[in-house]
């Protein structure tokens, strides 16, 4: 161990990024050798978000190992060392887990979630999707649109993410040629309307040098669109704007009733009674005095306050995480959905739904599950498997089963009724896990149709 | 590019963006009247939760939710600002109730004295029940000997794993960051754990949603890290902005020091010069508070949050690449701890 960094004196110098801003999550994915982690390696290098000790450690590795650098010999270090995070990534040169990234530019701050791109990681790439405002997805601009591409494109259709913003890598390597460029962007947008994916921003890039990746590239001069990080600077928060429309919805945690363990310096009269149901709102707005309905009871009750931490809140909305009180002592707990009045449909038992499938164990007809929706687990069983996506024609296909890494559509009976509503229109109260009652492994991403 | 392969990509780029366009109007009249509600509603209020806003929820949430499924958690906590920021957000997650869970904390022996004050100061402000595994009683009877180095870090993780099966806590919270590290930025917020308290990272449950997967078998237990998301000026601000309290040496002090492995050393019952060793006052503070044998100070001025807050944000160095021996091993320090069952 050689290292020589000096005794640590930061440097204060201008203040930068003092004020908060906002989060935005993004997702990066890929098929294999795309060059995912040296994209991600340079956006959080050239957006100045590796420190000097880190890019110090990846220096000395990359020259350890000899890296060539950047096709104009002037980068010395392998930007995928920044992210490579286990071992044996680093040894083999690939991504195995979803690693999470933290920078921040003048204008926001983001969560990056760089997913691997090997098949059998694709259970990865749903996660990091699930709870993205966009996914990058990247293609190699000499191999084009792959299968993984197409499956790919389906899941963030699928998991709805708002954007898809697709980098075109490695485009030194086909000479910053326009003609290539533009075959692969054709092939992406046909892609994306058969599917109906409607925002999608194609972006020609070279991670390695950096073309159109913080900054605009003279060596694209055909290209006129913004570079990768302005499109991630300037998008929408789609996610967090359509789940504040959707109807209020809060899935209960647990009740607050803390009778004699009340914490120290709560007024032990006033509180003594107190009662109240904590959960973080999975949509909408709620107001002290909305009508209110308790699922899948279906019993009817106002909300009397809102808390949060000891301050009273006239009202909340998606995500805050709060504590309701409501007029009626009507029995309420965990795993109970609390919606604004007339806006929940009916409670139900029989599922229809569509899996991505996440598990070596295949599914088959007939298998028995647990399904965790919100706060409530239920066992399921799969009475049927109506078909699984076939990433070419992107059509439903007749299947008896849904091996790793497959889509399909299920149709499950539950032994209690959940409040399920469509993903389409409810991206949280919509979503689902399904759950190996033997083992404990998540086996599938649920998304109710 | 041939002309019917331009006029191909045109097509499909103005079917794609119409195709955009209609959906996107579609979504709009449905939504534009609740919308012009809610923008109604919202008018004074804040239109997006702000950052630590969003943090702060997204940690009540996860930890309300592993209060709620699992039967005998604890909170790993000690003193250092991340656990006292988890504790502060457990606090606020069952208010007006006490911490519903106990906190533990594995002492090495080795703990700045302010530190420990701090921690009985706190549980005793709070009201939790404090557990403590001590490395001094494993050194002391022979489970554990000393390393050649001198730091207690990697010590910490027998006592740690015996205090979570004799306690037969099944869920334990850790202050863990995903910015702090390669290793554990690729560690979920619900960590599965063996009998032998092993992180597998090649075989982690996906996670999805904000549906966390809690579901164990006798003798495993879950590892639940509620600031995952959050990097240390996250940390800086929230602790700004809610005014909490931390040790003293977090802050800008005087402090007789001296030179080890390119970091500045405490003087200290455990932490002592060797004779090429030069000591000397300096003002400093601590960016990391562990085992005051692998712990190095930091030369600053910072003697406020908001100088603290000025100064991370302005930092060229990682905490713990600026502060901390123990991982300056190797490449892989962390996740061979981890992997071992250290945090």
């Known amino acids: ?449 | 590019m041939s002309t019917e392969a331009q006029a191909e990509a045109q097509t499909a780029r103005e079917a794609a963006s119409s195709e955009g366009a209609h959906r996107a109007r579609a979504l709009f009249s449905g939504v534009s009247k609740r919308r012009e509600e809610v923008a109604e509603r919202r008018q004074g209020a804040t239109q997006r939760l702000a950052q630590l806003d969003t943090l702060e929820s997204e940690a009540i949430h996860i930890i309300r939710e592993v209060a709620a499924e699992f039967e005998r958690p604890a909170l790993l906590f000690s003193g250092g600002k991340d656990s006292v920021v988890m504790l502060h957000l457990a606090t606020k997650a069952f208010w007006p109730g006490k911490v519903p869970f106990p906190v533990l904390h594995v002492d090495t022996g080795h703990n700045f004295p302010e530190v420990l004050a701090f921690r009985d100061r706190t549980v005793e402000r709070l009201g939790v029940r404090l557990v403590v595994a001590s490395v001094q009683d494993y050194l002391d009877d022979g489970r554990l000997h000393e390393r050649a180095d001198g730091t207690r870090n990697p010590l910490q993780t027998l006592p740690l794993l015996d205090a979570i099966a004799d306690n037969r806590f099944d869920a334990v919270f850790g202050g863990g960051r995903r910015d702090e590290d390669k290793a554990r930025a690729k560690e979920r917020i619900l960590s599965l754990r063996d009998e032998f308290g092993q992180w597998d990272p090649r075989n982690q449950r996906p996670e999805l949603w904000n549906l966390y997967n809690g579901r164990h078998t006798v003798g495993q237990h879950v590892r639940a890290f509620p600031i995952s998301n959050w990097t240390e000026l996250d940390i800086w601000r929230y602790i700004e902005r809610e005014r909490i309290e931390l040790p003293g040496i977090y802050y800008a002090h005087q402090r007789e020091v001296f030179q080890r492995d390119g970091m500045w050393r405490a003087i200290g019952e455990h932490s002592q010069p060797r004779d090429t060793e030069r000591v000397t006052v300096r003002t400093v503070r601590y960016r990391t508070v562990g085992d005051m044998s692998c712990t190095g100070a930091v030369l600053s001025d910072a003697a406020t949050v908001q100088d603290v807050v000025r100064e991370v944000a302005a930092s060229t160095l990682t905490e713990r690449g600026a502060t901390r021996a123990d991982d300056r091993i190797s490449e892989a320090a962390m996740e061979d701890r981890k992997k071992d069952g250290y945090f």
Not at chain 1, 9 to 37: H, I, M, W
Not at chain 1, 163 to 181: C, R, Y
Request: aromatic share 6%; with cysteine.
């Open chain 1, 1 to 449: 161990m050689t290292t020589t960094t000096a005794p640590a004196t930061p440097a204060v110098q201008a203040v930068p990024l003092l004020e908060e801003g906002t989060l935005f999550r993004f997702a990066t994915a890929g098929s294999v050798d795309d060059g995912k982690s040296t994209l991600v390696g340079r956006l959080l290098h050239d957006s100045k978000a590796i420190l000097a000790d880190q890019l110090d450690a990846v220096t000395r590795t990359s020259q350890e190992r000899g890296f060539g650098g950047a096709s104009d010999g002037t980068t010395k270090i392998d930007l995928a060392l920044l992210t490579d995070g286990l071992r044996a990534e680093r040894e083999q040169g690939i991504t195995i887990d979803v690693a999470y990234r933290y920078f921040a530019t003048d204008r926001r701050s983001f969560i990056l979630a760089d997913c691997p791109g090997h098949v059998q990681y694709t259970k990865n790439t749903v996660t990091g999707a699930s709870t993205a405002d966009a996914v990058v997805l990247l293609i190699d601009a000499r191999k084009g649109v792959l299968e993984q591409t197409r499956r790919h494109l389906s899941v963030a259709h699928l998991l709805r993410v708002p954007h898809v913003v697709v980098a075109v890598n490695k485009i030194d390597l086909v000479g910053f040629s326009e003609d290539v460029f533009r075959a692969v962007e054709t092939d992406v947008l046909r892609a994306a309307l058969e599917l109906g994916v409607g925002d999608v921003t194609v972006v020609p890039v070279s991670a390695l040098d950096g073309d159109n990746v913080v900054d605009r590239s003279a060596r694209t001069p055909w290209y006129y669109g913004p570079a990768l990080l302005e499109v991630l600077e300037t998008l929408p928060a789609t996610d967090e704007i359509e789940t504040g429309l959707e109807p209020f919805r809060l899935p209960v945690q647990l009740v607050l009733r803390p009778q004699g363990a009340l914490a120290p310096g709560v007024d032990a009269g006033a509180f003594r009674d107190y009662r109240a149901y904590a959960g973080q709102l999975a949509s909408g707005t709620v107001r002290v005095g909305d009508e209110v309905v308790v699922l899948p009871s279906g019993r009817s009750t106002t909300v009397t306050g809102i808390d949060f931490a000891g301050t009273q809140l006239h009202e909340a909305f998606a995500p805050q995480s709060v504590a309701l009180r409501l007029a009626d002592e009507i029995d309420i707990a965990r795993g109970d959905l609390i919606a604004a009045a007339g806006t929940a449909g009916e409670p139900t038992r029989d599922l229809a739904a569509s899996l991505c499938w996440l598990s070596p164990k295949p599914l088959r007809e007939g298998a028995k599950v647990l399904i965790k929706h919100g706060t409530r687990t239920v066992q399921g069983l799969v009475r049927s498997v109506t078909g699984k996506l076939d990433l070419d024609s992107f059509t439903l296909q007749a299947a008896p089963g849904l091996e790793l890494n497959d889509i399909g559509d299920v149709e499950i009976r539950l032994a209690a009724e959940l409040p399920a509503e469509a993903y389409a229109s409810h991206r949280r109260t919509g979503a689902f896990l399904v759950v190996d009652a033997a083992d404990g492994n998540t086996l599938a991403a649920g998304l109710v149709r």
